[in-house]
């Protein structure tokens, strides 16, 4: 057999390397605003349902407009080069009008829209700066795991998705943290995004080093005629449709996400308002969880390369879940470490599932069909995505108010509903793999 460039390790790592970092620079501006919830009520008047259409906005074109499914058959059908350079394109589009929308545009200015009805003009051009950035990450995300399966499917497949998803926490914890100092170094709401937006254009520039070298890994499975496993046809979505375990793995991952990602939304806030913290620090809490799945998603994902046991590693993670929002609900449970060790817990979980996840859909799907399986499946996460930050929003607004400040025991229960579910589909999975024999439960190494 001819050896190919995919077989050295250095080079995967090296493609691994390059993808995970243009990724890491799409999730810190993807969560950047987070922490600046309160700041954007103080000094734009933005009310929580405010941040609510803005966070929601992340769906308008991947959920609504089915772009990201687009996303994925473009994926299939043009190559993860191509699509990885379009996808990180729209990114930097998405975020220089993000940032004119913050900058430049009059918060006081209102407009009105068929379905929206009045709302402010700024508010509407940062949404859709958002809006278009979020298609162009969850297509880059589908790229960036379409990757990592083609250079390292048998080998150690699930500690490079884990390592993607580690550099992926470590943009998420930069969002946490770095926005409110940068804030007050600079004293505008903008400058954080402006931050994010050069660095992106650093991911565009390193994406680069991916394409060099994919190009040659096409050559040697030219040579090699393996490059015909990854022609794709439409009738193949059908096929994905009708499998059982694609639906409980879509399921689970709309449930699960739907309970972190939308809480780290707000969780600077509830960190300021349950637990008392100085508004100051607040960011740094929620920002220790991406801090451990740092270390712990490879972790795991290396565990479930060598000894298997991917179902029962989900449903592991979807049960802490439920104890660290059974925790939040609790009134008098209101001091500052239990924050911290709630996010401890919710950190490993948060490490648990994706680390398995991930790869469990490489094992379901053949590889022909992998860029639509994932494009379907991060769909489905992007309903809870975009849809439970605007619900949370509105209750807050309509149930939780208290004076100038909110009561979070509403959005804890929507969140505890979230994950309480998700166990559900877990225990589902789990039994369908028995029954199908997917093989979720043995190793991704083979001997
Ligand atoms: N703000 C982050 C949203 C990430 C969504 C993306 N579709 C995804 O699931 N990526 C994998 C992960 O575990 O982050």
């Known amino acids: 057999m001819v050896q190919k460039i995919s077989d050295s390790v250095a080079a995967r790592w090296t493609v691994l390397i390059a993808v995970s970092l243009t990724m890491m620079c799409g999730y ?14 103080e000094i734009m008047g933005w009310d929580s349902v405010e941040y609510g259409v ?53 918060p006081t200015i209102r407009t009105t829209l068929p379905f929206f009805g009045e709302m402010r003009l700024q508010l509407l051009v940062t949404s859709l700066g958002y809006a278009i950035f979020a298609f162009g990450y969850e297509t880059m995300g589908i790229t960036a795991t379409k990757i990592i399966v083609r250079w390292f499917k048998g080998k150690e497949m699930a500690l490079a998705l884990g390592m993607q998803v580690a550099f992926a926490r ?54 090699e005629a393996l490059a ?32 972190v990602f939308p809480f780290l939304k707000f969780a600077t806030e509830f960190m300021i308002i349950k637990f008392n913290v100085n508004p100051e620090y607040a960011g740094i809490i929620p920002g220790l969880l991406p801090l451990g799945t740092l270390f712990l998603t490879p972790l795991f994902g290396g565990i479930y390369d060598k000894k298997g046991k991917g179902a029962t590693i989900m449903l592991i993670g979807t049960l802490m879940l439920v104890g660290v929002y059974i925790t939040f609900s609790i009134t008098g ?25 991930w790869p469990s859909v490489a094992k379901i799907i053949p590889m022909e069909r992998l860029g639509s399986a994932y494009a379907l499946i991060f769909w489905v996460q992007n309903i809870g995505l975009a849809g439970v930050p ?13 004076g100038d400040s909110y009561d979070y025991t509403y959005p804890v229960y929507i969140f505890l509903a979230l994950c309480l579910t998700s166990v559900i589909f877990a225990l589902l999975l ?17 001997k």
């Not at 001091?335 to 398995?356: E, K, Q, Y």
């Open 228 to 259: 015909d496993d990854e022609k794709f046809r439409f009738s193949d979505i059908l096929l994905i449709f009708r499998n059982r375990g694609f639906w409980y793995i879509a399921m689970l991952c709309l449930l699960f996400y739907a309970a």
């Open 28 to 41: 810190f501006m993807c969560d950047v605003m987070s922490p600046l919830k309160t700041l954007l009520q």
């Open 430 to 446: 789990k039994r369908e793999d028995r029954v199908k024999g997917y093989g979720l439960e043995k190793p991704n190494i083979k």
């Open 170 to 223: 470590l943009g998420t914890m930069l969002a946490m943290v770095a926005p409110i100092p940068i804030y007050n170094m600079f004293g505008k709401l903008s400058t954080p995004i402006l931050f994010c937006t050069v660095l992106l254009l650093f991911g565009f520039a390193i994406f680069m080093v991916f394409v060099v070298m994919d190009r040659k890994l096409d050559k040697e499975r030219a040579q």
């Open 333 to 357: 449970l209101n001091h500052w470490l239990v924050a911290v060790a709630m996010m401890i817990v919710l950190g490993i979980a948060f490490s648990l599932v994706p680390s398995a996840m």
């Open 390 to 402: 605007l619900v949370v929003g509105i209750v807050l607004d309509k149930y939780g108010k208290v």
């Open 54 to 106: 803005f966070s929601s906005s992340y769906g308008w074109l991947n959920v609504i407009l089915l772009m990201l499914i687009v996303g994925g058959v473009i994926l299939d059908k043009k190559g993860a080069r191509f699509t990885g350079v379009f996808a990180t394109g729209v990114m930097l589009i998405g975020a220089v009008l993000k940032y004119y929308g913050i900058e430049f545009i009059d």
